[in-house]
């Protein structure tokens, strides 16, 4: 067992990553940050992208890849191929899908409908030499017949079809304890989301939050977590400068 890795989804640093993805990667491993999780690459190309992290020696574990829930299927299909494409260019690992609409009060139906998809998408991305997962908000956090929309999919599929990615953040936001998720899915949770909560749905820097991750790195290691990537979407500051605050908050417990 080996400590995880420290990385930042991509998403965090949107507001920089859109005019300068490269440049943006290169600040994030002068951060000290291990690996980044990517979310668009803003018209550049696998090489462009492959250099700048052989440069700065960051890994790249994986990538958000959005379905295109609104388009025909086929055309859903074909972009997502399509990315799969360029991410096998990159030399990433996982593909994980971020989000998927799910109505207010959601049925078993529903349930199954996202099962299928994502089970679909999983033959794809193992196909082309991927794991797949899948990262939640609160929502899949919801009961359906007595059991959480999460713990459905993670049921319907297999350890082999489907990986979690737990945004730690969100599984507290929808009523559950971090932990118990992570020891619920040992094993099955290479890749965290570390997300924290200030004031009300209101996100904030690690550790100045709500949210009770010092369970979760407690369990990490046995747990079979490989890479805690931080996220965040609202700052008082800067993205950056919450970036580097985030980083230190790991640093003061030996990351």
Known sequence: MTKPLI??????????TETDLLGTIRKVAELGYEA???????GHSAAEVRKVLDETGLKA?????P?????????????YEEALVFAKEIGLTYIVTPWAPMPEVPTIEDVNKLAAVLKRASELAREAGFIYGYHNHDFELKQVDGVTVMDHLLTQ??????????DLGWVHMGGAVPVD???RYAG??????????GDGTKDT???????????????????????????????????????????????QRGY
Request: hydrophobic share 45%; aromatic share 16%; with cysteine.
């Open 36 to 42: 980044v999780e990517f979310a668009g690459f803003f």
């Open 188 to 197: 099955r949770v290479p890749l965290a989301h570390f997300k924290d909560f």
């Open 61 to 65: 574990p994986s990538a958000h890849v």
């Open 205 to 251: 820097e690690i550790g100045r939050g709500v949210v009770d991750f010092e369970p979760v790195l407690a369990v990490a290691e046995q747990a079979g977590i490989e890479y805690f990537i931080v996220e965040q979407e609202q700052f008082q500051v800067s993205s950056l400068e919450s970036a580097k605050i985030c980083l230190e908050y790991f640093r």
């Open 181 to 183: 998720y992570i020891n």
């Open 7 to 16: 990385g930042i989804q991509l998403y965090t640093l949107r507001d920089v």
């Open 67 to 79: 379905m295109q829930w609104s388009e025909p299927e086929d055309k859903m299909w074909a972009a």
């Open 157 to 166: 599929l297999s350890p082999e079809e489907l990986i979690a990615e737990f």
